[in-house]
């Protein structure tokens, strides 16, 4: 591959918007899209369809399916979710791309950190402008200059930008596994670590809550009348905890343990909430199946226990059709200076959802940074436009033929 003068032309559109690409992550970065704050993920919204006006692209908003929500208290209520933002382009195309990314992010609408400054290092600080509001702007920008390039009639895109990847994905998950099935190729935009490596193999992941129903009792007058529910959280808490280390690679994490009143009643209620990392399908199933196990044995007398839940995110392995897609990005990364190198992490993300559907797909094509998920995330501002540019010249070789995104399909429909 080279970059051809119309591929150059394309990198100069990117390059000449670089403080315009910078500009609106900040501002979006503003505000607060918390994954269940309804009122700051609608103000979002709005500003990404806003933004999807110059692409002269298909922009619907999409309901999107509602889930439930486990409270502290053991009762399971309905949970409504904001809408996602589908835009698409030439959906007739031979070749078809998904860009995904999401507008949530782990701060609440109390948070503190609600906006972006810039560190003395230059980095930028601020909540989300990594994860991913730097990200979708990257990919937006990526479009907007790919769509001056000559031969773009033979590629359709669609990019989905979900309101709750933050929590598990419950809602958009099925909208995931549709554009997963259809599409070619996937391009995500979690952001890279600061040096510019990019996720390769990931883990799956699972979300559980098990509620504990006991029976209340005065702790002093009639305590062998009642039934734990704190304690019994407890002692199944330890025997999820003890499931390490039985499998490779399989980790169980016991978040946290909800419940009980005051102390001279014996506790009623509890929750407990636990979160399972697998690296397989083979440890998935082994891990659900341990799961189910110790949910359906109560530790003593007068306990029930309702489990829910699941495995949300399945493995993401590096089969042929990744390998094959890994090469060609670092092929075009190199086109433009750029060193791409990978490696397996631990983390999840709308990938694996992709993948799980079938899609090949590069799920941390976002801006560079770091200290995601705290109040000290950052993102480098110059990897707007290096990021841009990548993406914009991975569409440019995958129109032109250079990346074959038919055989990377073919290639990951032969390992389902």
Known sequence: MRILPHDQAVLDHVAARGAAI?????????VNSGSRNGPGLSQMLDRLEAAAGPLSAEVVRVPTAGSTNVGDDGKVRAEAHADALKITMRPEAPVQAVLTGHYDTVFPADSAFQSVVTRADGALNGPGIADMKGGISVLLAALEAFETH??????????????????????????LAELGARGHVGMTYEPALADGTLAGARKGSGNYHLIVAGKAAHAGRAFD??????????????QLHALNGQREGVTVNVAKIAGGGPLNVVADNAVVRFNVRVPDKAASDWTEAAVRQIAAEPPFPGLTLDLHGGMTR?????????????????ETGALLGQSIAWKPSGGVC??????????????????????????????WPASFVERAQ???????????GEIDAHKLKSLRLETM
């Open 22 to 30: 910078v500009g609106r992550a900040v501002d979006w970065a503003g």
């Open 150 to 175: 000559p031969d773009r009639a033979r590629v359709g895109w669609t990019v989905l930008l979900s309101p709750d990847e933050e929590i598990g994905s419950p809602a958009s998950a099925p909208l």
């Open 225 to 238: 009348e009642g039934a734990n529910a704190v304690a019994g959280a407890a002692i199944l808490a330890a």
């Open 314 to 330: 399945a493995p993401k392995p590096t089969d042929a059709s990744q390998s094959a897609l890994f090469e060609a990005v670092r």
């Open 350 to 379: 709308e990938g694996n959802n992709l993948h799980a559907a079938g899609l090949p797909n590069i799920d941390t094509l976002g801006v560079l940074g770091g200290d995601i998920h705290s109040d000290q995330e950052f993102a």
């Open 390 to 400: 990548l993406s914009a010249l991975i569409l440019c070789k995958i129109a032109s």
